[in-house]
């Protein structure tokens, strides 16, 4: 058996527990790496094989349906994965030669299935290689849905809330990998300095546009080789979330309040506006999450973090006015990191209509935390209306005691206290931001 059939054979099994057990693409990876072992390229194989199958899995179904004579309910499900796997190093993966790409998909299958499998794969081949895509006049959510690979209610969502053509441009820039970017730690290095020892090393890279503090690397690289991490010099946050945290403005020496902090990219962010000096309180509901901030803030030098579990729906009265500054990174439906997170491709819609309650409850307890003339900042990483713009006037509607601050940014003005980000315009993840004052 060869390394890369192993590999394939180690993709097709993190496939089949996505498919089977409903595991997240990220975990299943992530154990399939550390059981097997395998580093490098057979790594960055076994990364691009699970992660671009889950990511185009409607558009592939949809090919394999057309081609096949059998009805989509007579395709086993392992099979269809190694269907799904195979068309996909034919039609994305350049560096996998078609034969290859075949003979091993064959040999992943049993004996009885064998001929299917070879003649779905070398019919596609033979034909002209052409992605079928159902018609729009026969529902523009379904075209969209296969052709972009993203589920008919998030599809259908977008063209209800920006008009078919920006939706589809919506989908089309969520549709490409973006590259990685960087926030500095401020805290050991300037921005300059750091992309001078990137540069010295040959690590391609570039200062971000809209945030002071980021780099952009303007090549594909592994996180592995990316030199520095150790050191404590940078952590991975897009450009949206540092100015997130930028716009808080929270300064050494003040009291702060996450609500809802894991991973803890945003905390490590304010913590570095603060100059590491004053008070950060990181609380997030999940208690077994908390060690990644721990963990992180000591790595990168920050020594003001203190975690906790708490419900952010759950007031505490402890905390009632302490804050200076709170800010409120909201649980939501994810649909601005789509690029980033291939599950969020199939979210059911009808798993958030709730959310905009639960923002709302938790949005309200951060109010009676924060000090009078005190600053917060609601923010999610979703583009909906429903969960953004449309909250934020139901809350200052509710509480004459709040107002909308405008705020400048980056080069990006937001004259109501509210601006939304958008990949197709602004080249980060869909993300918005609101900046409320406690009169």
Request: glycine share 8%; charged share 25%.
């Amino acid at each position: 058996m060869t390394k890369e059939m192993n590999i394939r054979k180690v993709a097709l099994a993190v496939l089949d527990k996505i498919s089977a057990a409903g595991q997240y693409s990220n975990i299943a990876l992530d154990t399939a790496i550390a059981r097997s072992g395998v580093s490098g390229p057979d790594r960055a194989l076994l990364t691009a094989l699970v992660y671009g199958t889950v990511e185009k899995r409607i558009t592939l179904d949809y090919l394999i349906d057309s081609l096949s004579s059998l009805p989509p309910s007579k395709i086993e499900l392992s099979v269809r994965n190694i269907l799904r796997m195979g068309f996909y190093q034919l039609i994305y993966l350049d560096r996998v030669p078609d034969h290859a790409a075949i003979n091993e998909s064959v040999n992943l299958t049993g004996k009885r299935q064998k001929g299917f499998v070879n003649a779905l794969l070398r019919n596609f081949t033979r034909g002209g290689r052409s992605l079928p895509l159902p018609e729009k006049e026969d529902g523009i959510g379904k075209y969209l849905s296969v052709k972009y690979s993203v589920s008919e209610g998030i599809c259908e969502r977008f063209c209800t809330d920006f008009g078919e053509e920006r939706a589809e441009k919506l989908l089309s820039s969520m549709d490409n990998e973006p590259y990685i970017t960087l926030r500095v730690n401020t805290l050991k290095i300037t921005r300059d300095e750091l992309l001078e020892r990137f540069s010295s090393l040959g690590i391609s890279a570039e200062k971000t546009e809209l945030s002071d503090y980021g780099i952009r690397l303007t090549e594909r690289y592994a996180y592995s080789d990316i030199p520095f991490e150790e050191d404590g010099l940078w952590f991975v946050q897009d450009e949206a979330s540092q100015l997130c945290s930028a716009v808080l403005g929270a300064k050494a020496g003040e009291t702060v309040i996450d609500s809802c902090a894991c991973p803890g990219g945003k905390s490590f962010s304010v913590a570095m506006c603060m100059e590491n000096e004053g008070r950060l309180m990181s609380f997030d509901l999940h208690e077994n999450k908390l060690s990644l901030i721990e963990r992180g803030a000591k790595r990168l030098g920050i020594n003001i973090i203190r975690t906790a579990a708490k419900d952010g729906k759950i007031f505490d009265d402890t905390l009632t006015e302490c804050a200076d500054r709170i800010l409120c990174d909201l649980p939501c439906s994810g649909l601005g990191v789509i690029a980033k997170k291939p599950d969020i491709r199939y979210k059911n819609m009808a798993d958030i209509e709730n959310l905009p309650d639960i923002q709302m409850a938790i949005a309200e307890n951060s109010l009676r935390y924060l000090k009078k003339d005190g600053v917060m900042v609601y923010s999610t990483c979703t583009i909906l209306p429903a969960e953004n713009e449309n909250n934020v006037k139901r809350l200052l509607d509710s509480h004459d005691d709040i107002e909308a601050v405008p705020f400048e940014y980056g080069g990006k003005t937001a004259g109501s206290g509210m601006l939304t980000l958008y990949p197709d315009e602004h080249g980060t993840d869909g993300f918005f931001i609101a900046k409320i004052r406690k009169k």
